[in-house]
């Protein structure tokens, strides 16, 4: 028998010993009770490994931020319910047109917006993200179209579509989706635009965007518009009124007195639609239409009907009634592109170029030393300079097995994404119109009344304005000019490359061209 541990008393690492019986369990574990005559055996002590576990099962909830990544500790393979939601949500398949038609059928989520599926079209075509990409709703039965915004959820729209009809959604660009917030004043003339009484200075240019996105105040917007009647085919010239409840009518001349107000229509459960036939199927009195279609509409017997005497006056019009509809939501979607890139701010942000774009610097080589230039107007007028002088050696080269008429004369512009062979002045206008009335939107045409001249169609001012192209022949060379000669220029690319340099004659710089993508 081992000899007690010295300071122990004997017996106290023993439990008591039950009378009549041999000693049972370990130290400090309990003995089991003994078994009453004629009855049931005790239940067992509780097994240790399911104490464990039941523990373990019983740990008050930590979130885990990981469910899916997990598992219940007696399953050996992993449960469809924790699986991630993402994997669960259904699945679509939309097709997508472009200008020349050719279209690209895409399956997405069903929760997708506008502004993803052309972020998966730039992503898929390789092309610039300028922030300029829309998502174009055209109802072909109607001839109505509009700009899809950018938050708006694709399905839903196309819910709203009836199945007898081919409608479509194009992808193209719209320089004037947001130009309002950067020019506002150009889009809401002085005659058009009155602020609250209690407005006396003069409107800022942030404080006219205020007063749209603000939920207290809302400037007014009224003026003359040709109205459809319902039911008929006649149209009435009305004084309209656009408040924040909505759009009215005067009854009575111009008054604006509430008993001569006559509610036209408002717009939470109805969209805004340009008319892209003019005249044709509506017999508008002007080509400047715009109406409004209500959501699950059962065809043109719902639709309200509005013409405008001009561009600007519809531009006015359709702008205030979007910053009426969506307000913040609007200027959001303005900022979403710039919000991560600390210190910019949308008004200059370019869209960002490549790190070998970045890592290079223009040089001059023309003295005993180069030198890296860094005036940035240096550096652009030897760019251009670069460019010229390539494209003389590249003629002269080809000279050498011609006439030099012959040789310069050659389509090279017919390659150029901005020059468009024999379209119409109102197919132009048209094109023009689909990449957004802003100033410095063009594209070079063929003339049609003159087969041997060119058409430089520009948008300024909220209107589309239409210049010659001469060729000019001086000593055997051929040039073209757009001011009798005055300036004259070898080919179309590089008169198109001066007047997005200089204005020149023309009232503004050549900025944004019309090209037909494909997909």
Excluded at 324 to 347: A, F, V
């Amino acid at each position: 028998m081992a000899a007690p541990l010295p300071g122990v008393p004997p017996g106290a690492g023993r439990a008591e010993e039950p009378a009549g019986g041999s000693p049972r369990g370990t130290a400090g574990s309990p003995c089991p009770p003994p078994r009453p005559p004629g009855g049931d055996p005790p239940p067992s002590p509780p097994d240790r490994r399911k104490k464990k576990d039941d523990s373990i099962l019983g740990i008050p909830s930590i979130p885990n931020p990981f469910p899916e990544l997990c598992c219940s500790p007696f399953a050996s393979v992993l449960s469809a319910s924790l699986l991630p939601k993402a994997t669960s949500r259904k699945k679509q398949v939309i097709k997508v047109y472009s200008e020349d038609d050719t279209s690209r059928a895409l399956e997405v989520p069903s929760d997708i917006t506008a502004r993803d599926v052309c972020q998966l079209l730039i992503l898929k075509n390789h092309y610039i993200d300028d922030h300029s990409w829309t998502l174009f709703e055209q109802l072909t039965q109607t001839g109505l179209g509009r700009a899809i915004e950018d938050h708006e959820l694709v399905m839903e729209v196309q819910s709203n579509w009836v199945m007898e009809e081919e409608n479509k959604l194009y992808f193209r660009k719209n320089y004037a989706k947001y130009e309002f917030f950067k020019n506002p004043l150009s889009f809401f003339p002085d005659h058009m635009i009155s602020f609250p009484s209690e407005t006396n200075a003069a409107v800022s240019h942030s404080g006219v965007l205020q007063m749209f996105l603000s939920s207290s105040t809302y400037p007014e917007i009224h003026g003359f518009l040709h109205a459809k009647e319902q039911g008929k085919k006649s149209w009435k010239k009305l004084y309209f009124l656009l408040r924040r409840s909505g759009l009215y009518f005067s009854t009575k001349g111009t008054s604006k007195e509430p008993r001569h107000l006559q509610f036209f229509c408002e717009f939470s459960n109805s969209d805004m639609y340009m008319s892209l036939t003019g005249k044709k199927i509506s017999g508008a009195p002007t080509n400047y239409g715009f109406c409004f279609k209500p959501n699950k509409s059962g065809g043109t017997r719902d639709l309200k009907q509005l013409c405008a005497d001009d561009e600007q006056s519809r531009t006015c019009w359709m702008t205030a009634i979007r910053l009426l509809k969506y307000g913040m939501q609007l200027y959001q979607n303005y900022m979403q592109p710039y919000q991560g890139r600390s210190g910019c701010s949308p008004l200059n942000v370019t869209p960002m170029r490549s790190v070998s774009e970045n890592s290079l610097v223009a040089m001059d080589f023309s003295g005993h030393k180069s030198r890296i230039i860094e005036n940035p107007t240096e550096a652009l007028s030897v760019a251009v300079e670069e460019g010229l002088a390539w494209r003389r050696r590249g003629c002269l080269r080809l000279n050498s097995h011609g006439s030099p008429i012959a040789m310069s004369n050659m389509a090279i512009h017919r390659s150029q994404s901005w020059f468009h062979h024999k379209i119409s002045r109102e197919e132009a206008q048209r094109l023009i119109l689909q990449h957004g009335l802003v100033d410095g939107v063009f594209l070079v045409r063929d003339s049609q009344s003159n087969p041997k001249t060119f058409v430089l169609s520009l948008s300024h001012g909220l209107k589309i304005k239409h210049f010659q192209i001469v060729p000019l022949e001086d000593d055997g060379k051929l040039f073209y000019t757009l001011d009798d000669g005055h300036t004259r220029f070898t080919d179309l690319i590089q008169l198109v490359e001066f007047y997005q340099l200089n204005k020149g004659v023309l009232p503004c710089k050549l900025k944004h061209y019309c090209a037909r993508i494909a997909l």
